[in-house]
């Protein structure tokens, strides 16, 4: 059986491989989306991938996955600590969510250490750079196959 997994990503990502690398990396959205795709394609999973720097889009995206997609992966970025508009979203859907961030924001800032998503998604990834991305798919498929 083939799943669907939606993988969206939030405002300023589409900076990534420029914006603070010694943070975030040298690694671009277009190398996330192809490993993203090459993750899906090895485990039997069909990829939406999108990026925004508009919540609403944001929202919009995830309300569309009501009814045709299995599970979604989040890098909600700076709305994760923010937006209850993106909590209520994603929780309105009802589908399984896993939420992404390539970088551990335990040891960032402290306002970086709440998210209105955690306490929502099947799992939280993060620290491990663009390899979350690949491990919440996996896992995703291994959930989904249960």
Known sequence: MTYKIAVFNGPNLNLLGTREPETYGYDTLATIEKLCHQTGESCGAEIEFFQTNHEGDLIDRIQGCRGNTDAIVLNAAAWTHTSVALRDAVTAVSLPLYEVHI???????????????????????CGFGIQGYEYAIRQAVVNLSK
């Open 103 to 125: 970088t551990n924001v335990h040891k960032r800032d402290a306002f970086r250490h709440h998210s209105f998503l955690s306490d929502v998604s099947v799992g939280v990834i």
